[in-house]
């Protein structure tokens, strides 16, 4: 290709191209030039958020660099390259991760100080990309993070949301969302006004004979939407390599904008179509764990799907290979049911534009998709109707049909004796209306399908995917335990502790090698290690403390054991418990004499997480947080000996000050709900112990770190079925332990009881679905149980630091190798050493 230029234009070309600053003069002279021209300000006018934008367009331009060689390399290379999809990718903040990955942190701190500004304040200046709900969102970020470190050709593809996750205010101690507009100004996106692709909806189905005679179907008729594509460097850690990620924006089509309404004088009439158009990608949906089947949510998932898929096919075409080489040359991971509707996306593409017969075609789409389930909760599952998906993508519901016609015939040969197989493994649910199960499309359309720790990938053979294990054997289903990027959940994060961790271990090799931190264990004893690395926690609280002050107008003591919980607000992550043991003890206090209250180990509860908004429940949960807060925080009996704290708004970047402040933090769902969770690995690695259910990574956690290191307490997985069965029938007694507390509050002790009565009752008299009597006792044990270990700091700190230790494998670089290998079958691109 470059051959083709002459040398004259190329030498030009060569000598002017873009540079990278390495020194603290050229940063600065980058940030300046950029707040002075592309910003227009100046010196007089540069407060932080312009320091923050010069910053951050010197950094972007330093990544585009990188990104413009990758995409060429990989191009060159044409190896096979993963596309994850994932309807959510919760990315948090750029800027301090770009200049830490590609190691110019410092000469950047330098430069700003020179120019007036503190790091500090700089960064915080950025707002989160909250592009998405919780763990499922996070986790696609931490693999665009390791994608990228470990070389690998990879792509992201999602929806650019106008309105990211709402942002939370708490009002009289409830929950407020705030629409999040994030988009004013946003540097780290590119518009690529001349990437785009028509996306259909609607229409119909017609049948004709093609030249040679075949039955042909085109779908056609229908309603065009214009898909932009917005993409976004992910730079690597300590590599060249900086992927892409890219992001669908819809508008009306050129086609659409009407220009006759236009000339008819219906201007408004055609900027309400350019409008509606736009809802499209306008919003996130803020439902964490529920789908609630709104057909612009499927609008969305298609619209998406379609562009990406589109995108994937254009780039295989370039390269001329024949169709059947499709899966040696792309993996497409789905990040949950969300695109599954790119199952038979592919097929119509294959069959009806590409002409393939069907059993190629589908032995293609077969090798191509993986599925990664996130769940085992029901409401969870996502289902479509049958009429809604016959109405938008008619053509997609034929071959819906089809795939299961071929799937059940298959099933029949196979399990003639069976009667009842085929009406449970059938795509369709015979409902009414009908349904389409997308996680059956899922699992059928794909040749591997994961859960996200052990337990869940088991859990998933033995309930939901039962039968497919029957139909399809054992090996399309496999496990990747979730991972985090040690770069953002350790050295961003918790920058003291990974320089600690640094001049011990002879430098910072173990971000890319988690498993180096094994050899922190034989620091254990060593005294100044140990004094530093708890200065690091102490002072890691006392930030939080400040901030706690700050914002929030509570004084918390650091010297207190701080336990955390947060993460979204969901019955099943029994944020509920953890109160209801606040309270309990609150009520143990009052009834103390001041003698044995001098005795006891101070404590701050803090939560945070948002409800999503039609989530009646975890509402009501958040406020009874609130208002035990107010009552125990303003109690002269009480003191430091117990604050609660509700921390407005959770989202990444305040995860990355939470996260490394915990003594302990609650990771307690029901057994057998949480898939895995992943904040839980969050805490560990930054020197926090667990409180824990048998539940989800927390089991492998433990067995990572040592029974003797993490706090376990409740029923497990395997009697949560026969416990509820009790409940049913009515065969239970109340924890008497907590049924003071609930006495407490019918009492009126936190205002108006009846504002709580729902949720009372819930356990009380409506089942305890989700077991909270049954694990109360142990919970209360566990934590007295956490008080006595704390007052010994020695020992505690010794757990923590061999807990830290015994991390690596939680790496999100272990898991995304495992994909590679056992799921993808890629293999990594190194940039060349000459830059090449
Ligand atoms: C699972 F089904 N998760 C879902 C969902 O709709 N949203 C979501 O965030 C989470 C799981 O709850 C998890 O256990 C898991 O670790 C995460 O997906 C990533 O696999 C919570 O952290």
Redesign the pocket.
């Known amino acids: 290709v470059e051959a083709s230029i002459p040398e004259g234009q190329r030498e030009a070309w060569r000598k002017f191209s873009a540079k990278e600053f390495t020194t603290k003069d050229q940063f600065e002279t980058e940030v300046v030039k950029h707040i002075e021209t592309t910003l227009a300000r100046s010196l007089f006018n540069c407060d932080e958020a312009a320091a923050y934008a010069g910053t951050a367009l010197a950094f972007r331009d330093r990544l585009v660099i990188e990104w413009n060689k990758t995409q060429q390399r990989q191009t060159f290379a044409d190896q096979k390259r993963v596309y994850y999809l994932s309807l959510?990718f919760l990315m948090g903040r750029a800027l301090d991760n770009a200049m830490l990955n590609v190691q110019q942190k410092d000469v950047a701190i330098a430069g700003l100080e020179d120019l007036g500004f503190r790091m500090e304040d700089v960064i915080s200046q950025e707002r989160d990309a909250a592009l998405?709900?919780?763990?499922?969102?996070?986790?696609a970020a931490c693999f665009l993070d390791s994608l990228a470190t470990l070389n690998y050709p990879a792509w992201g593809y999602a929806l650019r949301y106008r309105y990211g996750i709402f942002r939370q205010e708490i009002v009289d101690g409830y929950q407020v969302e705030v629409p999040d507009y994030w988009l004013d100004f946003n540097p780290w996106e590119f518009p690529r006004h001349d990437v785009t692709v028509d996306i259909q909806f609607y229409g119909n189905v017609r049948k004709y004979m093609d030249d040679a005679g075949k039955q042909m179907s085109v779908w056609e008729n229908g309603e065009i939407v214009t898909a932009v594509a917005y993409d976004a460097p992910i730079p690597g850690y300590g590599t060249k390599t900086t992927n892409n990620l890219r992001l669908w924006s819809s508008k009306a089509s050129h086609g659409e904008f009407d220009f006759t309404k236009f000339n008819s004088g219906e201007y408004e009439a055609s900027v309400a179509d350019q409008q509606r158009a736009e809802t499209i990608s306008a919003v996130l949906y803020p439902?964490?764990?529920?789908?609630r089947g709104k057909e612009l949510r499927l609008k969305q998932q298609y619209f998406w799907c379609a562009a990406s898929l589109y995108d994937i096919v254009r780039r295989f075409k370039k390269s001329r290979k024949a169709w059947k080489d499709f899966p040696n040359q792309v993996a497409i991971q789905l990040n949950?049911t969300h695109p599954t509707l790119a199952i038979p996306e592919l097929m119509r593409i294959l069959i009806d534009n590409e002409s393939l017969e069907w059993d190629e075609a589908w032995s293609i789409v077969q090798a191509t998709f993986g599925y990664?389930?996130?769940?085992v909760?029901p409401e969870?599952l996502e289902k479509w109707s049958v009429p809604l998906i016959q109405h938008l993508l008619p053509r997609h519901l034929q071959i819906i049909y089809d795939i299961n016609l071929q799937f059940l015939q298959y099933v029949e040969r196979n399990f003639p004796k069976e009667r009842d197989i085929l009406g449970r493994v059938s795509i369709i649910e015979e409902s009414q209306p009908k349904m389409v199960r997308m996680a059956y499309l899922a699992v059928i359309g794909s040749h591997k399908v994961n859960g996200?720790?052990e337990l869940?990938s088991d859990l998933i053979k033995t309930t939901i995917f039962k039968d497919f294990v029957k139909i399809y054997g054992p090996d399309k289903f496999t496990n990747v335990t979730?991972g985090i990027t040690p770069r953002r959940w350790l050295h961003q994060a918790n920058p003291r502790l990974s320089e600690l961790i640094a001049t011990k271990l002879g430098g910072y090799d173990f971000l890319k090698d988690l498993n180096l931190l094994h050899k922190l264990e034989a620091f254990v004893d060593d005294k100044e290690f140990r004094k530093e690395f708890q200065e690091i926690k102490y002072a890691n609280k006392v930030r939080l403390a400040k901030y706690t002050k700050e914002v929030h107008g509570i004084s918390v003591n650091p010297s207190s054991l701080f336990d955390i919980q947060v993460?979204?607000m969901?019955e099943y992550?029994r944020q509920q418990l953890n109160i209801f043991g606040v309270i309990y003890r609150y009520l143990e206090l009052k009834a103390m004499s001041p003698a044995d209250r001098a005795k006891v180990q101070p404590r701050v509860s803090f939560f945070g997480g948002k409800a999503a908004p039609g989530y009646w429940m975890a509402k009501m949960v958040i406020h009874l947080v609130n208002q035990v807060g107010k009552v125990v925080n303003n109690d002269k009996d009480i003191g430091d000996l117990l604050k609660v704290v509700f921390l407005e708004d959770y989202n990444v970047s305040k995860a990355e000050m939470i996260v490394p402040a915990s003594d302990i933090s609650e990771h307690i769902?029901t057994a057998g709900?949480?898939?895995?969770?992943?904040?839980?690995m969050k805490f560990v690695l930054n020197g926090g112990l667990l409180i824990g259910t048998c539940d989800?990574?927390n089991i492998e956690i433990t067995r990572e770190v040592g029974e003797d290191n993490i706090f376990l307490f409740g029923n497990l997985s395997e009697d949560v079925e026969d416990l509820r069965h009790q409940h049913f029938y009515g065969e239970y007694e109340l924890e008497p332990m907590l049924k003071k507390v609930f006495d407490s509050i019918r009492s009126g002790t936190f205002g108006d009881a009846h504002q709580f009565s729902a949720l009372v009752d819930s356990i009380v008299d409506h089942g305890d679905y989700y077991l909270v009597s049954d694990d109360f006792k142990s919970y209360i044990d566990t934590q007295k149980l956490i008080d006595e270990t704390y007052k010994d700091q020695e020992t505690w700190l010794t757990k923590t630091i061999t807990s830290v230790a015994r991390m690596g494998f939680f790496s999100s670089d272990r898991c995304i190798d495992e994909y590679a290998e056992m799921i993808w079958n890629i293999e990594p691109l190194p940039p060349q050493q000459n830059g090449a």
């Open positions: 959510e998405g709900n919780g763990g499922l969102g996070r986790l439902n964490d764990s529920l789908e949950d990664t389930n996130h769940t909760l969870a996200v720790a869940h979730n993460k979204r969901h992550k769902s709900t949480e898939a895995s969770g992943t904040s839980n989800g990574a």
